[in-house]
């Protein structure tokens, strides 16, 4: 990944983003991806840190909703999407596999910035690099695309990539506290 010193762009021509925007929000009541927040829907907010990066979005539950709001986003149907967060991961990642590098991102943490994934992409990648916030880890995760093939078809359900990550050689880049917030509930929309 190289970051143009001039202008502070990233070049991301090996950088395949997976935004996960497929579930049910069930704690919310609702299709929480589009619900404002700061005046925005959440995850044109969390595409705005992605700006500039090749990204896909997996969608499930609310995807006519999503389709109709993001016209011009590439995206992935997940039929699968009551299984779990795992069925998209897989989806996406096999989306992005000629990319060198896969970075799975939330699609309700609004509050990660574009100097977040900058920090991120500009980190040297073993197996993976988790953004941390104060001690606590957090998300967007790059992940070298080799070393997460390998791991793919262990994750299920909804658990996401934790256990897989305690197996690989991970680094860690502190940023700022959007890495570490999402928006699970009503009440988590005034997080701003």
């Not at 994750?155 to 928006?183: F, H, P, Q």
Request: with cysteine; hydrophobic share 40%; proline share 3%.
């Amino acid at each position: 990944m190289i970051i143009d010193k001039q202008d502070g762009k990233i070049s991301h021509m090996d950088v395949g983003a997976v935004v996960l925007a497929a579930g049910e929000g069930k704690r919310f009541g609702g299709n929480k991806l589009l619900s404002p927040f700061d005046g925005e829907p959440i995850l044109k907010r969390v595409l705005l840190s992605l700006e500039g990066v090749d990204r896909v979005l997996v969608i499930g539950r609310y995807a006519e909703e999503i389709l109709k709001e993001l016209k011009n986003e590439v995206m992935i149907y997940n039929p699968k999407w009551q299984e779990g967060m795992s069925t998209s991961i897989k989806l996406g990642v096999r989306f992005m596999k000629d990319h060198e590098y896969v970075l799975i991102a939330l699609g309700d943490m609004p509050l990660v910035t574009r100097e977040d994934v900058k920090k991120i992409l500009s980190m040297e990648v073993k197996d993976a690099v988790i953004p941390t916030h104060g001690g606590k880890k957090g998300n967007p995760v790059l992940f070298r695309t080799s070393s997460l093939m390998k791991f793919l078809d262990r994750i299920s359900g909804d658990e996401g990539m934790r256990n897989v990550l305690r197996e690989m050689e991970t680094s860690t880049v502190e940023c700022g506290i959007g890495v570490v917030k999402d928006v699970d509930t009503r009440d988590d929309l005034s997080l701003s």
